[in-house]
């Protein structure tokens, strides 16, 4: 199945933000909750073997949007690699949260993930991913995720992670060393400029990197999904109490 689905927040004439642009098919069901917030509704199962989903986000200068999942994404196996692909634009003095619940990788899944984001100068941006390696009792499919970030035009985070049993050197004790989980939060906030930043671990299992600009990557492994969420909001809230 192929789909697509595209949301685009403008500012009114009172400066606050509105829908300008609202469409999707099925399975990407878009629905506007409250605010400026907006909802990914799964019209059918999956992703599915073979799927190729795509999500178009765009926010325009001064506008505000906040997008979240209302429950986990199953990946399912099926003839041919399934595919989600976003690409997400925030204006000057835009703000975007991407705020979805888990991926689940379900066992025999191929699965491919890609998102490409640009980020104006004066803008914030939250984009926090979670994978999750199998449902309950069953070894987890391959998910290969690539995030690829740019701010005020010029490189910011090029990031790549490969999971499950299609890529075995994810289970070493060099990169996961048996963990079932993996996320991780970008944070993208322009009152940091200037601001001297350094690594720090939480936890053990948690790490708060430092980006240049005005820029910060919490990444976080765990056993299971609530422990991971867990250490990720940790960490967002560290970096939100420094700013």
């Given at each position: 199945m192929i789909a697509r689905g595209r949301v685009v927040v403008e500012t009114d004439g009172g400066g606050r933000s509105r829908l300008a642009c609202l469409r999707s098919e099925g399975p990407l069901v878009l629905r506007p909750t409250s605010g400026s917030v907006v909802h990914l509704v799964g019209g059918a199962g999956g992703p599915l073997g073979g799927d190729v989903l795509t999500i178009?986000?765009?926010?325009?200068?001064?506008a505000e949007l906040t997008l979240r999942t209302v429950a986990a994404a199953v990946v399912l196996p099926g003839p041919a690699p399934s595919?989600?692909?976003?690409?997400a634009r925030v204006g000057e003095g835009g703000?975007?949260?991407?705020?979805?619940e888990p991926t689940v990788a379900a066992a025999g899944c191929d699965h491919r993930s890609r998102a490409r984001i640009s980020v104006a100068a004066g803008a914030r941006l939250?984009?926090?991913e979670e994978l999750v390696g199998g449902r309950h009792g069953e070894v987890g499919g391959?998910?290969?995720?690539?995030?690829?970030?740019d701010l005020d035009g010029r490189p910011l985070l090029r990031h790549q992670l490969d999971v499950g049993p299609g890529y075995p050197v994810w289970a070493s004790p060099a990169v996961a060393?048996?963990?079932r989980c993996a996320g991780s939060v970008l944070v993208v906030d322009p009152t940091w400029a200037g601001a001297v930043r350094r690594p720090a671990v939480l936890d053990g299992c948690a790490a708060v990197l430092p980006l240049e600009g005005p820029a910060a990557q919490v990444v976080a492994l765990a056993d299971d999904?609530?422990?991971?969420?867990?250490?990720?909001?940790?960490?967002?809230?560290?970096?939100?109490?420094?700013?």
């Open positions: 178009e986000i765009v926010v325009g200068p001064g595919t989600v692909e976003i690409d703000r975007l949260w991407w705020l979805p939250v984009w926090r391959s998910v290969s995720s690539r995030m690829s970030v060393a048996g963990a999904a609530r422990t991971l969420r867990r250490l990720l909001d940790g960490g967002h809230e560290a970096l939100a109490g420094t700013s």
